[in-house]
Structures are given as C-alpha cells and as structure tokens.
C-alpha cells in the first residue's frame, strides 16, 4: 500500500464519524425532549455516542443514520430510567416513550418543511432570492439594503410581506402533495 492510499477501514471510521457530527445536536435534542436534567441529558449522550461508536459496523448506509441513531439513544434513556427508577421515581416509561416518537416525528416533520423551503426558494427568481438573502442575513438594515437596490424602505417592506407570503404558500402546497401536515 502506497503511503497516500487510506485503508478502507479508515475510510468507513471517517464517514461514521462525519455522521455522527452531522447530526450530534439533533440528537442531543432528542435526549433532551426525554430527560430534565442537563446532567442526566450529558451522560446518556455521551453512553448513547460510545454504544453508536461499538454498533457502527451494525449501521445500513442505505438507512436513516439519525434513525438508527434514535433507536439506540431511546435504548440508553430507557436504561437510564431503569436504574434511576431503582433509586427514585422519575418518569413514567409509557411517558418517555410517547416523548420519543413525538420527538421523531417533530423532527420528519421539520426536516420535510426545511426541504419544501428549500424547493420553493429555488422557484423565485435570482432578484428575490438575492434580496431575501440580503434582508435575512442580518449585517445591513432594510433601510440601507433599500438605498442599495435604490427603492423606498416601504417598498422593500411590502415586497418582503409578498415573497413570505409567496414562500408560505407554496410550502403549504408542497407539504399537502406529501400528505405532511403544515
């Protein structure tokens, strides 16, 4: 093997390792939505990467990786609970698993809206998306941006009120072909 070739193994652990990162804070959330205390949140986190990191050959590719992720996160809530409950009542387990699968499908739910924003942004024009960029990124003022583009601020106003609702529109139209509730 040359000295700038990666093993294969190499290559997998990288990818697992950049999913992991990608969706660390999702995940964190997901704990977090089950349990109250930080601390409690911090520790079943961290056991929850550790059994990622055992199982991450177990991992289909094709799949969910945030998923799967929450399976295995559910899993040491519910251990955590388990010896908590031996120690002190906390929460019921009917409870922290209704708080699991409204925790998924709150985040499908985001996750098919942020991809409907997506989709109707691509249909504005280059002109739209530009002063949306520029009124939403929040360096300049409304006042300065229209100077910029040479229009009255009450304009600029008006037109952001139409793209909003041009956008809301459109992603409640798009979330209704999915059968997604908006």
Known sequence: MKSGERQPEADETAA???LLMQHRH??????TK????????EDVFQKTSIVLWK????FDSEGSFFHWACGIAFNEVRNFLTVQR?????????????LAREAADEDSLSQSRLEALRQCLSQLSDRQQTILRQCYA??????????QLGRER????????RLREKLLDCIRRRLAQEGTPS
């Open 16 to 18: 697992f390792m950049a």
């Open 26 to 31: 999702r995940l964190y959330a997901f704990i």
């Open 34 to 41: 089950q349990l109250v205390n930080p601390a409690d949140v």
């Open 55 to 58: 199982k991450r050959s177990e």
């Open 86 to 98: 031996r120690s002190r009542l906390r929460f019921d387990l009917e409870l922290v698993e209704l």
């Open 138 to 147: 929040g360096t300049e003022s409304i006042t300065t941006i229209a100077e």
């Open 154 to 161: 009450t304009a600029l106003y008006k037109q952001l009120a």
